[in-house]
């Protein structure tokens, strides 16, 4: 059998521990066997990072801006006991971070649902996406701890020395002050990511804030995407039979627990941060959630939501046997591949990751599942499969289906 053959690369970008193992096992048994990867490789393991002075990080997101697609292994944000771990240089910053900050996106997460993992909404039969806004707010926030009596207020000075000034509240007792930013170009800059995906997804777009409390400042987001929309993007969902609709956050939750799912539901960063994980871990498990930051341009990285799997690791480097749901992984994978594909045009990509994908949900409807699944599954027999084992289930059901 001829294998399926790329002309643009994805952009690679390996990481750490339990998902750095999990990562070669899956271009072994399921990407390598049937597709000729064209893959620009960057090592974002940390000792790599750490090697190049964490230039790697942002050499992998600039060629991702310049490839369009990318897809990233879960990586170790460094804290002080890895730093002695790995006897680094420096505390060096989410590789995340660095990557979002350079490609100015937005994150969308998505539960991936299968027979036998049922969500604990009973009406949500499709997955619900939510993106949340990764700027500012009481995440960038100046806070007071008010002593006593005394006058709180919020000043602007312009560069031209104008000052815009309002009193916050005039205190006769202790108290709290918070004092909040966020900017337009920010805001815009996430109404676009989430345009674009809804577009890409052909999935209606949901955006809640609390404009009728926060006159000024959630209407601005409000204000932002509508300005957005309709200069931009009115057309083109109206062609592809989606709509975008703005409701009160407060109504937006009423809804999305008496819906059937099968939204993106956009987030300002408080909302997102809260919500994202309430639906995860309603929808079951964290191995089972994707994550795709999308750029306001149109560009896709794609990574498993959850983290590299510390304790599995350790386990597997003394040689004991180990149970790491790859699912999400896989998932990145055949996510970027199948963008890869719809973009240069290349429908046998996008046909094995449709195939993958199924492949993969067969396997546990079959019964078979890592542990972390075996543990919530409502079916009544599970096999508990090793890591190894579970892929080899899933190249061998995909082979069985060729
Ligand atoms: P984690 O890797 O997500 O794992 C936390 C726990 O969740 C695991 O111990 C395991 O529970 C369960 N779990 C997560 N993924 C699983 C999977 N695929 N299969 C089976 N069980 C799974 O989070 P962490 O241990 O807090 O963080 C480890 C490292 O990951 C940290 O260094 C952190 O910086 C990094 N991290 C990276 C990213 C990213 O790159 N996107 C995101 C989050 C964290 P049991 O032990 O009970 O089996
Ligand atoms: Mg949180």
């Known amino acids: 059998m001829s294998k399926i053959q790329m002309t643009t690369p994805i952009v690679e970008m390996d990481g750490d521990e339990m998902t750095r193992v999990l990562w070669q096992m899956i271009k072994d048994k399921l990407i390598l066997p049937y597709i000729d990867l064209k893959s620009e490789y960057y ?19 600039n060629a991702t801006l310049k490839y369009g697609v990318a897809v990233k292994c879960a990586t170790i944000t460094p804290n002080d006991e890895r730093v002695t771990e790995y006897n680094l240089k420096k505390k060096w910053k989410s590789p995340n971070g660095t990557i979002r900050a350079i490609l100015d996106g937005t994150v969308f997460r998505t539960p991936i649902m299968v027979k036998g993992i049922e969500p604990n909404v009973r009406t949500w039969t499709e997955p619900i996406t939510l993106a949340r806004h990764a700027y500012g707010d009481v995440y960038k926030n100046v806070e007071i701890r008010v002593p006593g009596a005394g006058k709180a207020e919020i000043v602007f000075t ?19 002050i918070q004092g909040m930013h966020n900017k337009d170009s920010s805001i815009k800059s996430f109404a676009r990511a989430c345009f674009k995906y809804a ?12 404009d009728t409390i926060s006159k000024t400042y959630d209407r601005r987001f409000r204000d932002i995407f509508d300005e957005i929309y309709e200069e931009e993007f009115k057309a083109e969902f109206e062609k592809a039979g989606i709509i975008y609709f703005y409701t009160l956050i407060d109504d937006a939750v009423a809804r999305v627990m008496k819906s059937k799912g099968g939204f993106i539901w956009a987030c300002k960063n408080y909302d997102g941060d809260v919500m ?12 089972m959630m994707t994550s795709v930051l999308v750029s306001p341009t149109g560009v896709y990285e794609y990574e498993a939501a959850h983290g590299t799997v510390q304790k599995h690791y350790y386990k597997y480097l003394k040689g004991e046997p180990t149970s790491t749901n790859p699912v999400a992984t896989i998932f990145a994978w055949t996510g970027a591949l199948r963008k890869r594909g719809e973009i240069d045009n290349i429908q046998g990509l996008c046909e094995w990751a449709d195939r993958m994908e199924k492949a993969t949900l067969s396997v546990i409807e079959s019964g078979r599942m890592t542990g972390d699944l075996a543990l919530i599954t409502t079916n009544p027999n599970p096999v508990r499969m090793g890591s190894e084992e579970f892929l080899d289930a899933i190249a061998g059901e995909f082979a069985a289906n060729a």
């Open 158 to 176: 312009g560069k031209d020395g104008k000052e815009i000034r309002e009193t916050i509240f005039d205190f006769d007792e202790p108290g709290i």
């Open 199 to 210: 577009l890409s997804e052909k999935k209606e777009l949901w955006l809640g804030t609390k």
């Open 276 to 287: 994202s994980d309430m639906v995860s871990s309603a929808f079951g498990s964290l191995a």
């Open 43 to 61: 090592d974002l393991g940390l000792k790599h990072r750490d090697e190049t002075d964490d230039r790697v990080t942002v050499d992998s997101a």
